[in-house]
């Protein structure tokens, strides 16, 4: 994450550098692309795409802890709103599949919640195809890419677009997509899902099936009610030990901050971390 961005700046010292009109225009729109996405702090809710990865990482946003300011860089920035139009369109043509005489209901599932009652789960605001839900149970907040009745069974739809690399490198769905997948199942009260994943950079496909079990569930609850009891108490969990994770985490001060008492703790010291309040004590 951090030679990314390092990479993104040194790109636009470099464009910066050129006194022609494409090259400042150039400059300025890549600035402007960056820092528009500078103000977003993630709200005090659990997050399905991160339950599946590091808990420190959800204690932090649970506290409300700032992060680390810095702007992404404007490649990932394309590559998120890339993905988010590949949705919109493969959800388009699944919503269609029905009209053209396949045996697949696209469920509107904001009427599915409305009408099944799962416990807990209200609708927050439908957003084009996808709809954003909360579940008080587990003060989880999500997107819900789509929900089909296929053949007579009710799935959720997860799609995933990657890079070629990624894509060609599973043959299954990755755990912390699994962790995902159980998050939606707890919400929604639908235990079988279909992940469609697509490779950015050709767009062929493939799909996987995942059905969640009771014990999924309870590792997902457990790692959510730990992380309310750090929350709680003020005492930060542990860090992961999965590198990958620490790849874009917006925490990585937070956590350096932690890290460091954590090697001093035999010697009574304490730590302040800051939230969206203030400042939490944390006593070892």
């Known amino acids: 994450m951090a030679s990314s961005?390092?990479?993104?700046?040194?790109?636009l010292i470099k464009a910066s550098q050129s006194a022609t009109p494409e090259s400042i225009f150039l400059n300025e729109l890549l600035r402007h692309i960056q820092n528009s996405r500078q103000d977003y702090t993630p709200t005090r809710t659990y997050k399905p795409s991160s339950v599946g990865g590091c808990i420190r990482n959800m204690y932090f946003q649970m506290i409300g802890a700032p992060t680390d300011g810095t702007p992404d860089d404007y490649n990932l920035i394309g590559i998120g709103e890339s993905g988010s139009?590949?949705?919109e369109i493969i959800q388009t043509y699944i919503s269609t599949m029905q009209d053209a005489g396949f045996d697949c209901e696209w469920v509107d599932v904001a009427e599915y919640i409305n009408q099944t009652k799962p416990e807990g789960t209200t609708v927050i605001k439908?957003?084009?195809m996808e709809t954003k839900c909360h579940n008080d149970i587990f003060n989880m907040r999500f997107l819900c890419d789509g929900?089909?009745?296929?053949?007579?069974k009710y799935y959720i739809i997860e799609i995933k677009t990657e890079s070629t690399y990624k894509y060609s490198s599973h043959d299954d769905v990755y755990l912390e997509h699994k962790a995902q997948a159980t998050c939606y199942s707890m919400a929604l009260g639908i235990d079988e899902v279909i992940f469609l994943y697509e490779d950015r950079d050709n767009c062929s496909k493939k799909a996987y099936y995942v059905e969640v079990t009771d014990a999924m569930k309870?590792?997902?609850?457990?790692k959510i009610f730990q992380c309310d009891e750090c929350v709680k108490t003020s005492t930060p969990p542990p860090k992961t030990d999965i590198p990958k994770h620490c790849d874009y985490c917006k925490y990585k001060r937070q956590c350096r901050e932690v890290e460091n008492v954590c090697k001093t703790a035999k010697s009574g010291k304490t730590i302040s971390v800051n939230h969206s309040k203030g400042k939490v004590k944390i006593e070892f």
């Open 126 to 128: 439908k957003s084009g």
């Open 218 to 222: 309870q590792d997902i609850a457990g």
């Open 147 to 152: 929900v089909i009745k296929y053949k007579g």
């Open 5 to 11: 961005k390092l990479s993104g700046i040194a790109k």
């Open 85 to 87: 139009s590949r949705h």
